[in-house]
């Protein structure tokens, strides 16, 4: 069962920011890099699989008024971070790997940027090994949305 990334804030804004395109589309377009101080907010990298909760996260984000870089896949995340945002929003169960291999480029590039699990993936496994690389904070996909976002506010 998909959930529904409004279920919460149940505001019209919310619903109707779902149905309406992203500023930045991912999978398989060419990133233009956002400059995000002239923009005066944070980029903020969505890296979510499923376009339903992709887009709910980026329409939050939004929301919240900051610059979301939404991104599909590995590939896509890889790329992304050349954009140096100020904070990512990782899932770990990717289609052409684990969200893992991102954030482990992240600690060996000792790159600036806050990193959050959003993932509601079983493997135990999985999760102790994404801890082993000492994210910001740990969220369960798609309970604790509202936590994310108060996260991504103070990050």
């Known amino acids: 069962m998909k959930s529904d990334p409004c279920h919460t804030h149940g505001s019209t804004r919310c619903r109707k920011l779902l149905t309406e395109k992203p500023h930045i589309e991912p999978a398989g377009r060419p990133l233009e890099l956002p400059d995000y101080e002239e923009a005066g907010a944070k980029g903020v990298l969505i890296v979510e699989d499923d376009p339903l ?6 329409a939050l984000v939004q929301m919240k008024g900051h610059v979301p870089l ?10 992304a971070l050349q954009s140096l945002p100020s904070a990512v929003v990782l899932d ?3 289609p052409d790997g684990s969200g893992i291999d991102i954030l482990r480029r992240i600690r060996a590039e000792r790159l600036s ?3 959050a699990i959003f993932s509601g993936a079983e ?19 798609p309970d604790d949305v509202d936590r994310l976002m108060d996260w991504l506010a103070a990050a």
């Open 70 to 79: 939404p991104a599909a896949s590995i590939a896509e995340a890889m790329e």
């Open 113 to 115: 940027v806050k990193v």
């Open 53 to 58: 909760m992709r887009k709910g996260i980026v």
């Open 123 to 141: 493997d135990t496994t999985l999760f102790s090994d994404a801890i082993a690389l000492q994210p910001d904070a740990v969220f369960r996909k």
């Open 92 to 94: 770990l169960n990717l």
